[in-house]
C-alpha cells in the first residue's frame, strides 16, 4: 500500500516515504529524510531534513524531530516531544551577526529499536535512548539511556527497568528481572540489562 499524505501536509518531493506510512494535517517533512514503512506522522508533527526512520514508528501530534536525528524500527515520540540538534544555541555569533549554516554544527538524537519517549519529553543532542527504553513524560534527557530503561525527571534519571511491552519489571531473584505482561525475563549485571534467549522474538 502506498503512503498516505492528506493535502494539508507539507511533504518536500525530495523526502522518500515506505509504504503504508502515513503523514497527517499540517505535519511537516523535510528534504531528504527517510520514512520508512508503516510510519505514522501525526498532526503538525515535524520530521527534519535527513532525518531517518524505521519501520513502525509513530511521531505523535506536534512531536519535532530535528536533523540528523535517528529513528530506529519501531519508534514511538510522544504529543509535542522535542529531538533537539544544537548543544549550545544562539541565533547569533558573539559580534550580533546571525548565525548561517556554517556557523554552527548540527548534533542529532538517536533513539534504538523500540523505544520510546513520552509527551512533552526533551532529548538534548547529542544522546542516545536505548533499545527498549522508555523516556517518560515531561522528562529532560541529558545523557545516554542505557537498554530497557525507564527514564523520568529534570534532568532525567533511571527509576525503573522496562520490557518490550513498556510496563515495568519485576524482581524475580537476584540479579533477575520478569515481565508480568508477558513472562520474559531478563538479567541485570554492573547496571546492564539484558534479555534472556527466551525473551527475544524468533
Same mark, same amino acid.
Given at each position: ?6 493535502? !494539508? ?7 522518500? @516515504?515506505?509504504?503504508?506510512? !502515513? ?10 529524510? +527517510? %520514512? ?14 535527513? +532525518? ?11 512531536? @519535532? ?17 522535542? @529531538? ?11 559580534? @550580533?551577526?546571525?548565525?548561517?549554516? !556554517? ?20 532529548? %538534548? ?15 529532560? %534527557? ?11 525527571? +529534570? ?6 527497568? +522496562?520490557?518490550?511491552?513498556? %510496563? ?7 540479579? !533477575? ?26
Amino acid at each position: 500500500m502506498a503512503a498516505r499524505v492528506v493535502d !494539508s501536509a507539507d511533504v518536500d518531493p525530495r523526502a522518500e @516515504l515506505g509504504d503504508g506510512t !502515513s503523514v497527517w494535517h499540517l505535519a511537516q517533512v523535510r528534504e531528504e529524510a +527517510v %520514512v520508512g514503512p508503516d510510519c505514522v506522522i501525526g498532526r503538525g508533527a515535524y520530521i527534519g531534513t535527513g +532525518v531517518r526512520m524505521g519501520r513502525g514508528c509513530k511521531v505523535q501530534n506536534y512531536a @519535532l524531530v530535528y536533523e540528523p536525528a535517528v529513528l530506529e524500527d519501531g519508534v514511538f515520540v510522544g504529543p509535542a516531544a522535542v @529531538l533537539t540538534n544544537d548543544t549550545y544555541p544562539r541565533a547569533v555569533n558573539p559580534d @550580533l551577526s546571525p548565525k548561517g549554516a !556554517s556557523d554552527w554544527e548540527p548534533v542529532g538524537v538517536t533513539l534504538r529499536e523500540g523505544a520510546a519517549v513520552g509527551a512533552r519529553a526533551i532529548c %538534548v543532542a547529542p544522546v542516545t535512548v536505548g533499545r527498549w527504553a522508555t523516556v517518560a513524560a515531561g522528562a529532560v %534527557v541529558t545523557a545516554d539511556v542505557p537498554d530497557f530503561a525507564l527514564v523520568a525527571g +529534570v534532568p532525567a534519571r533511571r527509576i525503573r527497568w +522496562v520490557g518490550r511491552a513498556g %510496563v515495568p519489571l519485576e524482581p524475580a531473584g537476584e540479579g !533477575s528481572w520478569r515481565c508480568p505482561r508477558t513472562g520474559a525475563t531478563y538479567t541485570e549485571q554492573d547496571g546492564v540489562l539484558t534479555e534472556d534467549d527466551a525473551a527475544r522474538p524468533a
